[in-house]
């Protein structure tokens, strides 16, 4: 004989064998005491009974607040392969009208209502850094530039205010009447708002064909150190920067 329950939170209540299972009588305690999680927990139990308990959160309907939970119970007994029990009503089949009615709340199988989802992303941190971003909590504001050459990336990974380095290659124009190039390009980068030069080192390259000038700045913000490379991209004697 077999005999299962199914208790689905904001669904249905229904039993299989119902009355010809006398481990019901004791569910409601084994029911509240498993946990619940996203990921199935099954139980033994006496007399050839398992109970198993299984959370399932739907990200498609992150508005949701509740997570919907299943339990399932399976008994065998030593006369479960008789032919007596083959015909045998299964579900709400073999139960009045009345005994459907006396069913008991599904608060009687599990606490009061269902755990929410922010319950379980307090809980679970890796599952709250999910469900945040698909919530949209992450995303940048609708006509906001998302890429590498947008600042939000080195807003995240970089601390601000803080200090910066920058190098700078650039072309050194050819005969001895043109100024060198190491200091304008200083300049550049000392005249940009939120920028503080705090050191550097001129090295030439290639004879002195080109110059590579080392900036250390403390720079405010990601938008001061993207004005930067802005204002050094304006400059056609600089060949590289980062």
């Not at 399976?74 to 073999?94: I, W």
């Not at 608060?107 to 698909?134: C, H, N, P, W």
């Not at 390009?185 to 939120?194: N, R």
Request: charged fraction near 20%.
């Amino acid at each position: 004989m077999f005999c299962s329950a199914y208790i689905a939170a904001e669904s249905s209540l229904s039993f299989d064998g119902r009355k010809r299972c006398p481990f019901l009588a004791n569910g409601p305690a084994f029911i509240s005491s498993l946990p619940l999680v996203q990921t199935a927990r099954t139980k033994d139990l006496e007399g050839g009974c398992m109970l198993s308990r299984r959370c399932s959160v739907f990200p498609l309907h992150v508005k949701s607040t509740s997570c919907r939970s299943k339990f399932s119970l399976l008994c065998t007994s030593e006369n479960s392969g008789s032919d007596e029990n083959k015909d045998q009503p299964t579900g709400l089949e073999g139960l009045s009208a009345a005994e459907i009615e006396a069913l008991p709340d599904l608060g009687s199988f599990m606490r009061e209502g269902v755990e929410t989802i922010e319950e379980i992303m307090a809980q679970d941190i890796r599952f709250g850094y999910k469900m945040r971003a698909l919530q949209g909590e992450f995303s940048p504001p609708n006509g906001t530039s998302d890429s590498e050459r947008s600042t939000a990336l080195a807003e995240t990974l970089m601390g601000f205010p803080g200090i910066c380095a920058f190098r700078i290659v650039a072309k050194q124009p050819p005969g001895p009447a043109q100024p060198p190039v190491a200091p304008d390009l200083l300049a550049c980068v000392a005249g940009v708002k939120g920028v503080a030069v705090l050191d550097h080192v001129v090295t030439e390259r290639l004879g002195g064909k080109f110059v590579s000038l080392d900036i250390t700045a403390t720079v405010s913000d990601a938008a001061a150190r993207q004005a930067v490379f802005d204002a050094l991209a304006a400059d056609p004697r600089v060949t590289m920067k980062f």
